[in-house]
């Protein structure tokens, strides 16, 4: 069974780019990796989701190497309000088994 | 944000008592899901539904069960809970599997 693992904290500053990795050794042919975001006392958020290669949207980038047991979530220019925990996300969605292993996720602390 | 709301959003009850907690949304999304989270281990799938009466287990699922009878409501009940199952519970749902989840606000649930 996949197993997601990424760092338990970072610490950061205003204006840097954060890079969190996830490991996923076993993930499966057919499982995609998504990234959420959660404030205390809140659901968490969907970042950013991808099967491999490059994908970037708004607020993020998403790089999976070709053999994509890794992927690492790329936060530009990082402001206070990034500080917040990051949530690695393996999943297969082949037909009505839901397969959804999450990271134990990362907590960002962003600092003036 | 996706229209999901959870009630009740807090709640404190005694050990052997039956818990029923409640997921509502607006939005005709076909999957619902039931985490719970718990410091240091993360977000943890209870059970999850792929359709009105069709429902499947989770990695967690002792001592849960589920019911779906219209789309837009998926109801967790612990039968006679216990002092493990103090939690905060999340309800998620998806257009399709493997799509971006939307989470509802959770709720905490104490039991005493």
């Known amino acids: 069974l996949a197993k997601t693992t990424q760092p338990i904290s970072m610490d950061s500053y205003e204006g840097q780019e954060v890079n969190i990795t996830c490991s996923h050794n076993?993930?499966?042919?057919?499982?995609?990796i998504t990234w959420y975001q959660q404030f205390p006392s809140q659901g968490p958020r969907f970042i950013i989701q991808?099967?491999?290669?490059?994908v970037t949207n708004d607020v993020a980038s998403l790089f999976i190497p070709a053999d994509r047991k890794s992927s690492t979530l790329s936060l530009p220019r990082v402001s206070l309000s990034d500080t917040a925990v990051y949530y690695c996300?393996?999943?297969?969605?082949?037909?009505?088994?839901?397969?959804?292993?999450w990271g134990l996720g990362t907590s960002l602390a962003v600092n003036p | 944000d996706a229209g999901i709301t959870q009630s009740p959003r807090h709640k404190v009850t005694e050990t052997g008592t039956p818990v029923t907690l409640r997921c509502h949304q607006t939005?005709?999304?076909?999957?619902m899901y039931w985490y719970r989270q718990d410091p240091g281990h993360g977000l943890r799938l209870i059970h999850y539904?792929?359709?009105?009466?069709?429902?499947d287990k989770g990695e967690v699922s002792d001592g849960y069960s589920v019911s779906r009878s219209k789309t837009e409501d998926f109801l967790l009940t612990l039968e006679s809970a216990t002092s493990s199952q103090t939690s905060v519970y999340f309800c998620?749902?998806?257009?399709?599997?493997?799509?971006?989840?939307?989470f509802g606000p959770g709720t905490r649930l104490t039991v005493t």
């Open positions: 939005e005709n999304h076909r999957y």
């Open positions: 539904s792929y359709g009105v009466k069709d429902t």
């Open positions: 991808g099967y491999k290669t490059k």
């Open positions: 996300l393996v999943g297969s969605n082949a037909g009505n088994n839901r397969k959804l292993i």
């Open positions: 998620a749902t998806t257009t399709g599997g493997g799509n971006e989840q939307y």
């Open positions: 076993n993930i499966a042919t057919n499982d995609y």
